[in-house]
Nanobody, 118 residues
Framework: QVQLVESGGGLVQAGGSLSLSCAISGRTLSNYAMGWFRQAPGKEREFVAALSWNDTTYYADSVKGRFTISRGRSKDTIYLQINNLKPEDTAVYSC????????????WGQGTQVTVSS
């Protein structure tokens, strides 16, 4: 059973930075796609960033240049570095794993709250 646990969220002023972590346990996911998603109050969950099995990165247009997704050296943690935070980045951020043969992200963490004050 795979478990994903996010941490690193908090309250930060606009223009600030945060580093989110997603700890992976239960299975080695070093060759699997991982992603970060976010859900703001009253809105649908949206894609933020992804890391493919070979560490190719993908970003939503709204976060390009400000967010960086990476995989830890031990492969059991992924990170989301968020710079130049904006109030519209306020949301619950969740990480997810896509393990074959599933065509979709099939493991999800509980999420960590990021709140950006103006």
């Amino acid at each position: 059973q795979v478990q994903l646990v996010e941490s690193g969220g908090g309250l930060v002023q606009a223009g600030g930075s945060l580093s989110l972590s997603c700890a992976i346990s239960g299975r080695t996911l070093s060759n699997y796609a991982m992603g970060w998603f976010r859900q703001a109050p009253g809105k649908e969950r949206e894609f933020v960033a992804a890391l493919s099995w070979n560490d190719t990165t993908y970003y939503a247009d709204s976060v390009k240049g400000r967010f960086t997704i990476s995989r830890g050296r031990s492969k059991d943690t992924i990170y989301l570095q968020i710079n130049n935070l904006k109030p519209e980045d306020t949301a619950v951020y969740s990480c997810a794993a896509l393990t074959p043969p599933s065509p979709h992200y099939n493991y999800w963490g509980q999420g960590t709250q990021v709140t950006v004050s103006s």
